[in-house]
């Protein structure tokens, strides 16, 4: 039996000038080193692949849409040996990185680009940066996918001792961003429930809540 190295191809866009970025990432140079993938235009971010201490891979990938990293930490067997997998933008929903083989990659890239080209028409955006945020000021910054993992880590604490309640009772329970802040809604019902201190400041107050009734 001969052991191949694993490799893993990985995709995103790049946010400045919309470029596909492809990179090949290897278990061995992944153990070794942090991984980075990037545009060669000008003022491009980056895209780091590293391990952490507890075998979990972590990611910061550029948005297109954001114009900034979200992270995200996914296990090696998911990361090296699933089908394909998207890494979505937290924000808007769409998918911004692809890992998988390269023929899903490919596919992924086209479907992509033909959702981000019926967005644009919808937006009647002639440019990328037509549907980029400006240079954002204090007050429209979004809340940090640090306060989101934070809310659905408290959700699914108390999900699981049963303190999560909604009107039909039969629960199933997520997260997602609205206007105001980050909303955890039944997903049998669609009952809800605001989280509207979203800082990572202020977010503090609700780690005391011992549960939540969701209307
Ligand atoms: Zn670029
Ligand atoms: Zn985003
Ligand atoms: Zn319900």
């Given at each position: 039996m001969i052991i191949e190295p694993k490799k893993r191809n990985i995709a995103y866009r790049c946010p400045e000038c919309g470029t596909s970025i492809i990179g090949l990432v290897g278990r061995f140079a992944l153990s070794a080193n942090l991984v980075r993938l990037k545009c060669s235009c000008e003022d491009a971010g980056a895209l780091d692949i590293n391990i952490t201490n507890d075998k979990k891979i972590r990611l910061s990938v550029p948005c297109l849409f954001c114009k900034q990293n979200h992270g995200y930490t996914v296990s090696e067997g998911i990361f090296f040996d699933s089908e394909k997998f998207l890494l979505n933008c937290p924000?808007?929903?769409?998918?911004?990185a692809f890992i998988g083989d390269e023929e899903d990659i490919k596919k992924e890239l086209k479907r992509t680009e033909e959702e981000i080209g019926r967005l644009m028409a919808s937006l009647e955006a002639e440019e990328l940066s037509d549907i980029q945020p400006e240079d954002m000021n204090e007050d429209e910054i979004l809340p940090e996918p640090a306060v989101y993992d934070t809310l659905r880590f408290l959700v699914k604490d108390l999900e699981e001792e049963g303190k999560v309640h909604c009107p039909c009772g039969k629960g199933g329970y997520d997260l997602r961003f609205t206007d105001r802040g980050i909303q955890v809604y039944c997903e049998s019902c669609g009952a809800s429930y605001e989280?509207?201190?979203?800082t990572p400041g202020a977010v503090?107050?609700?780690?005391?809540?011992d549960e939540i009734k969701l209307n």
């Open positions: 924000y808007t929903g769409m998918d911004i989280f509207t201190a979203v503090e107050e609700y780690l005391y809540l």
